[in-house]
């Protein structure tokens, strides 16, 4: 087992599209040839196909191939939805909520069989997951370190 100082990272972005799956998955292919049991997590995604009869989202299908330690596609992504619209709003419409609980319980279960986690957030910061939680709150539970990904475009600063 490597000597890890967290658990893990939280990576957010300022915008959807600013390359958070990007950053996610060369940090995990970093991870594996440092010897890192690494995984990755996309806790909620909006926009997915119908693959072998489930829902499967293209970032967290990219989290699960970068990743050096294979975790089962659920326990990476546990909150999928079909549109590619705000992910509460997208819930709603498949009539679910969003638990934040339940991620956590997703997150402890992949942390049993990872070293470390890189967990990759939906949309912004402050993108609502529920009528009353948004992306940062998550991050809040889990309490990881956050790393921002800023798309270079006007009104980044």
């Known amino acids: 087992m490597t000597d890890l100082r967290y658990p893990g990272v939280f990576i957010t972005g300022t915008d959807t599209g600013v390359g958070k799956t990007v950053y996610a998955c060369g940090l995990l292919r970093s ?3 440092a010897g890192v049991r690494a995984t990755g997590m996309k806790p909620v995604a909006s926009g997915a196909d119908r693959i072998d009869g489930e ?3 293209a970032d967290a299908l990219a989290l699960l191939e970068a990743a050096p330690q294979p975790v089962p ?3 990476c992504n546990p909150c999928c939805f079909e549109p590619a619209i705000a992910p509460h709003i997208a819930a709603r419409q498949a009539g679910r909520e969003i638990d934040l609980g339940g991620i956590g319980e997703a997150w402890r279960q992949l942390r049993d069989i990872a070293e470390f986690v890189v967990v990759e957030g939906v949309g912004g910061w402050q993108v609502p997951l529920n009528d ?5 709150d ?3 539970l889990l309490q990881l370190p956050v790393i921002l990904v800023v798309g270079i475009r006007l009104g980044c600063i």
């Open 31 to 33: 991870l594996g040839r």
């Open 55 to 57: 829902w499967r989202n």
């Open 73 to 75: 596609y659920a326990r």
């Open 132 to 136: 009353n939680q948004t992306v940062a």
């Open 138 to 140: 998550l991050a809040r």
